[in-house]
Nanobody
Framework: QVQLVESGGGLVQAGGSLRLSCTASGRTFSTLTMGWFRQAPGKEREFVSGISWNGISTYYADSVKGRFTISRDDAKNTVYLQMNSLKAEDTAVYYC???????????????????WGQGTQVTVSS
């Protein structure tokens, strides 16, 4: 079992920045592929970003490429999502997710991830 706890959400003006954190416990963090998803009201959960177990491979949705950066600190069992140049359409609940197996191209699929956090709200005012 893996427990994930997100933090760092909040209210920010368009053009501003936020950094989300997700801390894991219960399993060796360095073996996990980590991902960030988001879900806006009335919409399906969508992939935002992912990072491989060794940090070498990172993945981004086209909508956030160039604005968001994912990173991990295995010493702190934490994955981060640095979000810059935020837009109103980035408003959503952001979820951290973890998978114990290599993604093999599935990093963007919610059903690939076995463990999920409770989510943190990000609201961008225009």
């Amino acid at each position: 079992q893996v427990q994930l706890v997100e933090s760092g959400g909040g209210l920010v003006q368009a053009g501003g920045s936020l950094r989300l954190s997700c801390t894991a416990s219960g399993r060796t963090f360095s073996t996990l592929t980590m991902g960030w998803f988001r879900q806006a009201p009335g919409k399906e959960r969508e992939f935002v970003s992912g990072i491989s177990w060794n940090g070498i491979s990172t993945y981004y949705a086209d909508s956030v490429k160039g604005r968001f950066t994912i990173s991990r600190d295995d010493a702190k069992n934490t994955v981060y999502l640095q979000m810059n140049s935020l837009k109103a359409e980035d408003t959503a609940v952001y979820y951290c997710a973890a998978a114990p197996t290599p993604p093999a191209g599935r990093h963007y699929r919610p059903d690939y991830y076995e463990y999920w956090g409770q989510g943190t709200q990000v609201t961008v005012s225009s």
